[in-house]
Every structure is written in structure tokens, then in C-alpha cells.
């Protein structure tokens, strides 16, 4: 990965219509978002990947009377995935987790697993009942995966741009997501850069001394 050629760019905000990420590369992409950190392995997320134009002009259609701007940007991508959250953690869900974590063997005993399992439960007990930010807490997971993924997809030579200027709720309604006990939490548009629209100016941010302190 070309760090200083990523320290030097600005994000994509528009995307070239006539490109396509090939299918075998946008597979790998969504392998890495699957496999991006979860904390205590909870997976709170489930993940829309909008590939046909139909797909995408229902999201552009949807974004909220306020924010039809980023109707263009959800057209001309590539792809968009709409990354959404669980609004709540039910027991059902723990159970599901535990149960595939079992079943891929994830630890070498089962004094171990139950350990785990034990852990597990205090700690989602502490974030619901102690700290009581369970669901933010579970959108802060959100945005990390969808961070790894946007490196992810420039080490592929794929654009990221991240969107939040929709209504949830109206995208949610759009793709019935609340009927699967989830929430719209944050848009991932994907494709290549419109080579006329590209920005050339340089990156403005404060120097290392104003953001860095060393203890």
C-alpha cells in the first residue's frame, strides 16, 4: 500500500458511470468486510450491496428531501453498500453468535468457550446496563469496519466515499431494513473517479505539533 500517495489525495465525491468494479475484486472487498474486527465477535451489522442500477436508484431516491445532492454520487458508483446496525441485542443473537463459534471451532476446549461465553455476557451487560450505550456502542463498530474497508478498497485501486447525508428512516423503509431488527447507519459508495472532476489541490491539515502529543 502506497501510504503517501493515500496522505495526498482527497476522497473520491465523484464517480465515473461508465466503470465497473469487476466482479472477482468486488468480492474480495466484501470477504474483507466480513472479516473486519468485531468486538467480543458480536457482528452487529448486516450489509446491503447495492450492484444494479435499480438497486441504486431506489438509495437515490430515498436519501431525504434534503440531501437529493448525493443522488448523482449514488448513481454513478460502482456500488454502494448501505452498512446498517442491529437496534437492539437480542438473546437470540448472542445464541446464533455463540452457536457459529462453536461450530468453526473457535476455541480448543470447551471450558475455554464457556469462559468466553461467560465474558462475553458481563461485558454486553456492562455496555447495556452500566454504561448504557449499547447502540452506540454497536454504530462505533459500524464505522470501523467500513474504515478497514475503504483501505482495503484502495489497496484494490477502488474508490471509497462514505455518506451520511440521508435519512435513516427513510432508507430504511425503502429496503424494509427495520423489519430485520437493523438500522441504516452510515452509506459506502464504491467505483472509480470521474478523471474530469478529480481535486488537484493539496491536502490542508494542522501541523503534527498541533495534533500529536507525545507522554
Known amino acids: ?3 503517501d500517495k493515500l496522505m ?17 475484486t468486488l ?3 466484501l470477504r474483507f468486510l466480513r472479516s473486519t474486527p468485531s468486538s467480543t465477535n458480536v457482528q452487529a451489522n448486516h450489509f446491503y450491496v ?5 438497486g441504486k436508484e431506489r438509495l437515490a431516491a430515498n436519501l431525504g428531501e434534503r440531501f437529493q445532492d448525493n443522488s448523482e454520487k449514488i ?14 441485542l437480542p438473546e437470540s443473537h448472542i445464541e446464533e453468535v455463540f452457536t457459529k463459534e462453536r461450530a468453526d471451532g473457535r476455541f480448543p476446549d470447551q471450558a475455554k468457550h464457556e469462559l468466553w461465553e461467560f465474558m462475553t455476557r458481563d461485558f454486553l451487560n456492562l455496555r447495556n ?42 432508507v430504511d423503509k425503502a429496503f424494509k431494513i427495520r423489519e430485520t431488527g437493523h438500522t441504516t447507519t452510515v452509506l459506502l459508495a464504491l467505483g472509480y473517479p470521474d478523471p474530469a472532476k478529480v481535486y488537484a489541490t493539496p491536502i490542508s491539515r494542522f501541523e503534527a505539533d498541533q495534533l500529536f502529543t507525545f507522554v
Request: charged share 20%.
Open 1 to 3: 500500500m502506497d501510504l
Open 8 to 24: 495526498n489525495k482527497h476522497l473520491t465525491r465523484y464517480f465515473d458511470a461508465g466503470k465497473t468494479i469487476p466482479e472477482e
Open 27 to 29: 468480492q474480495q472487498l
Open 50 to 54: 447495492l450492484a444494479t442500477p435499480e
Open 75 to 88: 448513481l454513478n458508483a460502482s456500488h454502494t453498500i448501505i452498512l446498517t446496525t442491529r437496534a437492539d
Open 129 to 170: 446496563y452500566g454504561y448504557k450505550d449499547m447502540n452506540h456502542w454497536m454504530e462505533k463498530q459500524t464505522y470501523l469496519a467500513m474504515g478497514l474497508t475503504m483501505m482495503a478498497a484502495a489497496e484494490l485501486g477502488v474508490e471509497a466515499m462514505p455518506l451520511e447525508g440521508f435519512d435513516p428512516t427513510s
